[in-house]
């Protein structure tokens, strides 16, 4: 079976580091086997979560993120640290992916029941967004992802990457690759039905 995973960040500007990031752990697990795609949140026009407007009209855009998160074995992340904790924008995708559509139960939870994750967080901090990963880690298992022990934490980001946005040091880039190859055995070994 070949692992597909779903790739995006939790920041949405120019020059995110997080997205630099994340475009080297894509170029591993490629390199690896694994059927990428990278997406964008930026590209999704959600609305702020809102009960109301879920029974009302699910959003189009909500339902197409929420298609292609069903159609992949796991996901790679790279979260961002805001304040402690993981970016609204990040937040807000995931509570409208995991609302139930179609006839779904409550707990269907179809778009992450089963899957795996992979994480990796750069912070201009001394902690390399470690906070934020934390809390990304409860979020995933409350909904049933299984997230890969292995992480990628790179502190003082503003200054780790070189001018063709390579890692300037060795062991993050060789931290990638091992949770690149993480991230596809435990997808293989789970092999969740896509939808």
């Given at each position: 079976?070949?692992?597909?995973?779903?790739?995006?960040?939790?920041?949405?500007?120019?020059?995110?580091?997080?997205?630099?990031?994340?475009?080297?752990?894509?170029?591993?697990?490629?390199?690896?086997?694994?059927?990428?795609?990278?997406?964008?949140?930026?590209?999704?026009?959600?609305?702020?979560?809102?009960?109301?407007?879920?029974?009302?009209?699910?959003?189009?855009?909500?339902?197409?993120?929420?298609?292609?998160?069903?159609?992949?074995?796991?996901?790679?992340?790279?979260?961002?640290?805001?304040?402690?904790?993981?970016?609204?924008?990040?937040?807000?995708?995931?509570?409208?992916?995991?609302?139930?559509?179609?006839?779904?139960?409550?707990?269907?939870?179809?778009?992450?029941?089963?899957?795996?994750?992979?994480?990796?967080?750069?912070?201009?901090?001394?902690?390399?967004?470690?906070?934020?990963?934390?809390?990304?880690?409860?979020?995933?298992?409350?909904?049933?992802?299984l997230v890969a022990t292995e992480q990628v934490l790179v502190p003082f980001a503003h200054g780790a990457f070189d001018e063709n946005?390579?890692?300037?040091?060795?062991?993050?880039?060789?931290?990638?690759?091992?949770?690149?190859?993480?991230?596809?055995?435990?997808?293989?070994?789970?092999?969740?039905?896509?939808?």
């Open positions: 079976m070949t692992a597909k995973l779903l790739a995006f960040a939790g920041s949405t500007r120019n020059g995110s580091l997080n997205q630099a990031l994340l475009d080297l752990a894509v170029k591993e697990a490629r390199a690896r086997g694994a059927e990428v795609r990278e997406i964008r949140l930026k590209d999704f026009a959600l609305p702020l979560y809102d009960g109301d407007l879920e029974t009302s009209a699910f959003p189009p855009a909500a339902r197409e993120l929420k298609a292609l998160f069903r159609a992949h074995h796991g996901f790679l992340i790279a979260t961002p640290e805001y304040n402690g904790s993981v970016s609204g924008v990040l937040k807000n995708a995931i509570d409208w992916v995991s609302r139930p559509t179609d006839g779904e139960p409550l707990t269907a939870l179809s778009a992450f029941r089963g899957k795996v994750a992979g994480l990796m967080a750069a912070s201009i901090s001394p902690f390399g967004g470690l906070r934020g990963i934390t809390h990304m880690r409860q979020i995933l298992g409350t909904v049933q992802t946005w390579a890692l300037k040091e060795a062991l993050p880039a060789q931290l990638l690759g091992g949770l690149a190859a993480r991230v596809i055995e435990l997808a293989e070994r789970v092999q969740p039905p896509l939808h």
